[in-house]
């Protein structure tokens, strides 16, 4: 069936170093890939999504390119604030197949 | 516009016994999910409902797990009798509409189960 594998953690971060969660997928068919931030105390919240190979998902400063050759959408960010401090998801939806998410990374960024 | 609402946050519970949660969707969310997050893993989904009627239930452990959805909003999510393995914190959320493409589901806080 469908998965995803994420990098394990935890990932402890100076401020402002780059990031880097690498996701790889497999699926059967076209899947849409997402990125969910689980902060804490808080609900899982949807960070970026790209539908379709070569789509680039961005927000708050977080990027993930949909490689269909490599089946990855690794998370990046080019410096990492303490308040990225979360755990991040991997997921995948394809077709009926409900999400899919990967195990989860946290993230600690330090001062 | 209030997010997804859960309770209780937190409940622990002997082996055996039953326990309840509950769900509250944003108003106007056709579809509803809980997932199951177990310590170290990613959710899990159990069970979707699209107005009062259930879509998926395929994951859902129907020996002891049961759901509704009256009156397609409010829902609640049961297990009786629980086991030890049910420990995990439960999670719910809801998206406009279901089907093939996707609607963002929003989640709530989660409701953290511990079995003793």
């Known amino acids: 069936g469908d998965s995803v594998t994420q990098m394990e953690g935890p990932v402890t971060l100076s401020e402002e170093a780059f990031l880097t969660i690498n996701c790889t997928y497999t699926?059967?068919?076209?899947?849409?890939l997402f990125w969910y931030v689980q902060y804490p105390g808080e609900g899982l919240q949807l960070l970026l999504k790209?539908?379709?190979?070569?789509d680039k998902g961005s927000n708050k400063g977080f990027e993930a390119t949909y490689r269909k050759e490599t089946t990855s959408f690794h998370l990046e960010k080019g410096s990492v604030q303490v308040s990225d401090s979360a755990v991040y998801f991997c997921?995948?939806?394809?077709?009926?197949?409900?999400?899919?998410f990967g195990k989860g990374t946290r993230l600690s960024v330090i001062a | 516009e209030a997010g997804v609402a859960q309770s209780p946050r937190y409940k622990i519970i002997e082996k055996r016994q039953s326990v309840a949660f509950w769900c509250n969707p944003i108003?106007?969310?056709?579809?509803l999910y809980w997932y199951q997050q177990i310590l170290g893993q990613g959710p899990k989904l159990l069970i979707q409902?699209?107005?009062?009627?259930?879509?998926?239930d395929s994951q859902l452990p129907k020996d002891r797990f049961s759901a509704e959805r009256l009156k397609g909003v409010d829902s609640t999510l049961k297990i009786q009798p629980a086991k030890l393995e049910d420990s995990a914190v439960y999670l719910c959320?809801?998206?406009?509409?279901?089907?093939?493409?996707?609607?963002?589901?929003?989640f709530g806080p989660g409701t953290r189960l511990t079995v003793l």
């Open positions: 699926a059967t068919g076209y899947p849409s």
């Open positions: 409902f699209q107005n009062n009627g259930v879509v998926d």
């Open positions: 959320a809801s998206s406009r509409q279901g089907g093939r493409s996707y609607n963002e589901q929003f």
């Open positions: 997921a995948l939806e394809s077709g009926n197949t409900p999400l899919v």
């Open positions: 790209a539908t379709k190979a070569d």
């Open positions: 108003s106007g969310h056709a579809t």
